[in-house]
Antibody
């Protein structure tokens, strides 16, 4: 069974940093692209970032480019999102999702809440 | 960036109704589109990929069509468990973009 479990969310002040993790199980992690998607409270889905299987290629939404970094540790079946210079409008539930090249994500985690507030 | 315009933003329908949701892309995306269903507090569930391919395990009352800039998700006979919010996602070019969502409510 595919499982994706996010952690690392919490309350952080504007300008602060946070590192999210996504523990994957039930599939060959290194064979899949992985994504981060966020959803602000009561709002729609927003794609944030993706990374390919060996970590050599990444892409970002314009709103997070230069502030967020996606990475992965295939030995530990874990995906990361390093978030720096956080702003109030980054407040959202952040979910990781499994994908494949040229295919939309098929499995999603439940997400972890990030709140940026003073 | 490619903008995805989804309509309607909400609709009220009865069990058994045929429901159609549309997504229009600001430029051509071939068939690089997926449809998702999301229920409150739950992770999104993929219904359709490649614009018209039904995800394994998804009921056949769901179908997708379209190519280029106009896409449609159809529920042929709405069931009680289908009341949810639906999103399209273009994955033709980065950054990937979702439609704004369509909330399907009980009439």
């Amino acid at each position: 069974e595919v499982q994706l479990v996010e952690s690392g969310g919490g309350l952080v002040q504007p300008g602060g940093s946070l590192r999210l993790s996504c523990a994957a199980s039930g599939f060959t992690f290194r064979s899949y692209w992985m994504h981060w998607v966020r959803q602000a409270p009561g709002k729609g889905l927003v794609w944030v970032s993706r990374i390919n299987g060996d970590g050599s290629s990444t892409s970002y939404a314009d709103s997070v480019k230069g502030r967020f970094t996606i990475s992965r540790d295939n030995a530990k079946n874990t995906l990361f999102l390093q978030m720096n210079s956080l702003r109030a409008d980054d407040t959202a539930v952040y979910s990781c999702a499994r994908g494949a090249h040229a295919s939309p994500p098929d499995y999603w985690g439940q997400g972890t809440l990030v709140t940026v507030s003073s | 960036d490619i903008q995805m315009t989804q309509s309607p933003s909400s609709l009220s329908a009865s069990v058994g109704d045929r429901v159609t949701i549309t997504c229009r892309a600001s430029q051509g995306i071939r068939n690089n589109l997926g449809w998702y269903q999301q229920k409150p507090g739950k992770a999104p569930k993929r219904l359709i990929y490649a614009a018209s391919s039904l995800q394994s395990g998804v009921p056949s009352r769901f179908s997708g069509s379209g190519s280029g800039t106009e896409f449609t998700l159809t529920i042929s006979s709405l069931q009680p468990e289908d009341f949810a919010t639906y999103y399209c996602l273009q994955h033709n070019s980065y950054p990937w973009t979702f439609g704004q969502g369509t909330k399907v409510e009980i009439k």
